[in-house]
T-cell receptor, first 115, second 106 residues
């Protein structure tokens, strides 16, 4: 079975802190994604990566950056957390380069609260 | 603008009832996905389909490409089916609906 894990289920941070959310997948997938999920808005794509050291902006990249130094690991970074970044963050991955938007496998999510 | 619309937003059913959740989309797609999210967050993929109908246990998903519409049916619903069901479409990118929150009462 594909397994996508995220470093924390719940996280509480203060405004202005630098926050790291880590995602690891064990199926050698090329593509990895970071989403945030807010009530009434559904999932929105923050960034995705189709290869090591490659990244592409999604729909809402402002205030975020990402890092993919190894194929299995994709990190989301909030350089200076703000209260409007309080949300559920979901990582996903899929395989088959060239079929970027094939079925995705999701991690359990990190509920981040910024005070 | 919402590329994917789901209805209803919320649904409460008695155990054993037949349930239908609808999804309409406005973009060209290569596939439509039905996802399930239980309380706590994790999302699992139920179906990926590009035509016709798929069945898995008590769940049935259909798609009408011409009408840009899909339905997810649950037969003989059970309290463990309580979850948020999300419709998503994939083409040039992924678009997600806002989900249907289903509660099945014993």
């Amino acid at each position: 079975d594909v397994k996508v894990t995220q470093s924390s289920r719940y996280l509480v941070k203060r405004t202005g802190e630098k926050v790291f959310l880590e995602c690891v997948q064990d199926m050698d997938h090329e593509n990895m994604f970071w989403y945030r999920q807010d009530p009434g808005l559904g999932l929105r794509l923050i960034y995705f990566s189709y290869d090591v050291k490659m990244k592409e902006k999604g729909d809402i990249p402002e205030g975020y950056s990402v890092s993919r130094e190894k194929k299995e690991r994709f990190s989301l970074i909030l350089e200076s957390a703000s209260t409007n970044q309080t949300s559920m963050y979901l990582c996903a991955s899929n395989g088959l380069r060239g079929l970027l938007y094939n079925e995705q496998f999701f991690g359990p999510g990190t509920r981040l609260t910024v005070l | 603008k919402n590329e994917v619309e789901q209805s209803p937003q919320n649904l409460t059913a008695q155990e054993g009832e037949f349930i239908t959740i609808n999804c309409s989309y406005s973009v060209g797609i290569s596939a439509l996905h039905w996802l399930q999210q239980h309380p706590g967050g994790g999302i699992v993929s139920l179906f990926m389909l590009s035509s016709g109908k798929k069945k898995h246990g008590r769940l049935i998903a259909t798609i009408n490409i011409q009408e840009k519409h899909s339905s997810l049916h649950i037969t003989a619903s059970h309290p463990r089916d309580s979850a948020v069901y999300i419709c998503a479409v994939s083409g040039n990118q992924f678009y997600f609906g806002t989900g249907t929150s289903l509660t099945v009462i014993p």
